[in-house]
């Protein structure tokens, strides 16, 4: 079992996670753009130290509808990542991608669907390879999993995640874009001992 | 005029007729309730994980299958219940994700699911209706002066149970 729970989270910690979201973002930033060809600006990320059982109501109203991108991680760090969009900005890059204009609205189709898990695959991958290169730890996502859905119960599982380790979770919101601001959010979900690993890695050992 | 009594995650609470008990967007988690439909007296539980004990964790009871489910019987008996009139509904337990193989996140709403049943068959109180697994959130309103269940789903007719 490992040593380290969020109940005891420092502000050195949560410094090397606002970094590693910066540089993380950063990444995720910048495949977006090449993929979508339009220049992005991003902001600093702000890290949240919250209680697990809050996480429904974080980003938004419990049930606002959001898209969730779900990947597990394994080798080096066990855990699962997410990256949530409010409806919004998932509508703004699936019309970029899609080629439609910006402000085009409707339900999403399959295609739309499956452009979307793409696209918060990128990002996801973009931010694990920033945590990958920072520790030297290799880390390898699975394929992406997506959820359309009320924020509660897409947060359910995040919420779940932290529920068995401790009482707190921790949510790291990045914004991107131009002319329209995209509001995302990571959730990093490393197994009990994995959080040690990353600490050690980053020699922060507890 | 009937009020609107929400619980959180990892929360519960009673509730009587007129009045309405809810919580919303219900993934991997279950909300269990308690009914007596003559005191028209009954609760909610919104917990996140099968069992207490397998957790160093475990002060927040309504967080647990097993300790939320204990004192929300408590708690309506106390408020008037009669234990054996007592019935329950249970809804929740998604599987939010596809996520293939035998992790944690893929049958935690199922073990969530389960541990409802059989903390239910230890207390011998009657489940007597259940809206659980699948793949989307659910949001449930317990009517107090019915005894009706409601559960809400995106782009899906509410149902009762």
Known sequence: ?????????????????????????????????????????????????????????AICSEDEIIVGIFLEVQTDI????????????????????????????????????????????????????????????????????????????????????????????????????DDVMINGYFILMPEQDSYDKILTALGLSL | MSKVIKVGMADLNICKSPDIITTIGLGSCIGLTFYDPVSKIGGLVHYMLPDST??????????????????????VIKAGANRNRLVSKIAGGAKMFEVSGMSNVSNIGERNAFAAKQKLRELRIRLIAEDTGLNYGRTVELHCDTGEFYIKAIGKTPKII
Do not use: W
């Not at chain 1, 753009?33 to 697990?52: H, Q, W």
């Open chain 1, 1 to 57: 079992m490992g040593k380290f729970t969020l109940e005891e989270v420092n502000d050195v910690y949560v410094d090397v996670l606002r970094e590693i979201g910066n540089i993380g973002a950063g990444n995720a930033t910048t495949a977006v753009s090449s993929m979508l060809g339009i220049r992005l600006d991003m902001n600093v990320p702000k890290v949240a130290l919250l209680e697990a059982s809050k996480l429904g109501s």
């Open chain 1, 78 to 177: 066990e855990g699962s990542m997410m990256f949530l969009l409010k409806m919004d900005s998932a509508q703004f890059l699936v019309n970029m991608l899609m080629g439609r204009d910006a402000d085009h609205a409707c339900e999403f189709d399959e295609m739309d669907l499956s452009a979307l898990k793409e696209i918060g695959n990128i990002i996801a991958a973009s931010y694990l390879s920033a945590l990958s290169a920072m520790t030297n730890l290799v880390i390898t996502p699975s394929i992406p999993y997506i959820a359309v859905d009320m924020a509660a119960s897409i947060l359910s599982v995040p919420a779940i995640q932290f529920g068995q380790f401790g009482d707190n979770a921790l949510l790291i919101e990045t914004e991107f874009g």
């Open chain 2, 54 to 75: 397998q957790m160093r964790n475990n002060s927040n009871i309504a967080k647990f299958a097993d300790t939320g489910i204990e004192e929300l019987l408590r708690q």
